[in-house]
């Protein structure tokens, strides 16, 4: 364990930061994927636009699996600390309801997750939440959200996020930070030609202090950036790079955004109008975090699959109706 870094650096504070920094939705990412060939012929390609929307149909569930691993290496001086982090889980969002104009309520559930966090050569810890053994203190918060409807969030067609609801009790009042429940990408206003790009600007909370029970925050603003690479039939695949706006000198700020700084793959069904698959990976190291002769150094990875139907899950209630008629439960792929 690191006995002279600062600002309480033990396992659980550290883990607790790599949990942080790999829970970068989505939502909802590190193999890559080689881009499709397009169309026939390059004149064919640099002509051919898509319009890309969402297609919500009320009742609709949409499964997700998703594997991701992180990783931070700790060094103050000559002391080195190693800390990894992997989860597994399964995962569906609802289609509540839909209006005319396409936009529609969403409800994402957490189906089921596994997590294991190491320290060094210690003995993981490990999280099932099918398990019914002792939850480890660093997984409890996730495990108080596992089955559970948290949030509600309102999107338009083209995947921008109008309003979240946070779900408390049967009743519903506005989330205080809508970026930490979006799940989907936001598409351009209009048709997108092959190769070019569009930008989604977001802001996202930083501790100023280091401290991470009672921070003192600052937001800054992430760009992600997105663009159309090819179109084969019916698959959109779109690359994306995402980065901070701002570059900040503050070594403890520079740790929190190390892992924003990703790259990766969507793949979208124009057809069915859902993501396929997401995929990103990051990685960077930041120096004297914990003051001189400090440094860390951090990487993650995150693949998203779509599934065609649901495994058989012990828990996962479906949050109160809204007003309207029952939906039927639907194949949602």
């Known amino acids: 364990m690191f006995v002279s870094i600062k600002h309480r650096c033990d396992f659980a504070f550290l883990a607790g930061l790599a949990l942080a920094l790999a829970a970068t939705p989505s939502l909802l990412l590190a193999e890559e994927t080689a881009a499709g060939t397009g169309s026939a012929s390059e004149a064919e390609s640099s002509q051919q636009s898509v ?4 297609r919500f ?23 080195v600390q190693t800390i990894s982090e992997k989860r597994s889980t399964r995962k569906h969002y609802r289609v509540v309801s839909v209006d005319e104009g396409g936009n529609a309520v969403l409800e994402p559930v957490i189906d089921h997750v596994v997590m294991e966090a190491q320290s060094d050569g210690q003995e993981p ?9 002792l ?14 409807v948290v949030v509600r969030v309102r999107y338009t067609p083209r995947g921008n996020v ?5 779900v408390v009790a049967g009743s519903a009042k506005k989330a205080d930070d809508e970026e930490a429940h979006k799940f ?50 019916d698959i959109a695949r779109i690359s994306f790079a995402t980065y901070p706006l701002s570059v900040d000198r503050d070594p403890q700020i520079e740790m929190q955004l190390v892992q924003r700084s990703l790259t990766g793959e969507v793949e979208f069904d124009l057809k069915k109008g859902v993501i396929r698959k997401w995929s990103s990976s ?18 993650s990875s995150n693949v998203e699959r779509l599934v065609t139907s649901a495994r058989p899950r012990k828990r996962g209630p479906i949050g109160p109706q809204l007003p309207g008629p029952p939906a039927a439960p639907g194949a949602g792929d």
């Open 51 to 54: 319009l890309l929307r969402y």
């Open 57 to 79: 149909e009320r009742g609709q569930f949409v499964h997700y699996e998703v594997a991701s691993k992180s990783k931070m290496v700790l060094q103050a001086k000559q002391e």
């Open 125 to 133: 810890i490990v999280f099932d939440s099918d398990s019914s053994e």
């Open 135 to 148: 939850v480890p203190s660093q997984f409890s918060t996730v495990a108080e959200t596992v089955g559970q």
């Open 162 to 166: 109008d309003e979240v609801l946070r």
């Open 184 to 233: 989907l990408i936001a598409f351009p206003e209009d048709e997108i030609a092959l190769g070019e790009s569009w930008d989604d600007d977001f802001a996202v909370k930083v501790s100023v202090t280091g401290e991470f029970k009672k921070p003192l925050y600052k937001s800054v603003t992430i760009r992600r950036r997105y663009t159309l690479d090819s179109v084969d039939g």
């Open 282 to 299: 990051g990685s960077g190291q930041v120096f004297n975090p914990f003051g001189p002769s400090s440094s860390a150094q951090a990487s």
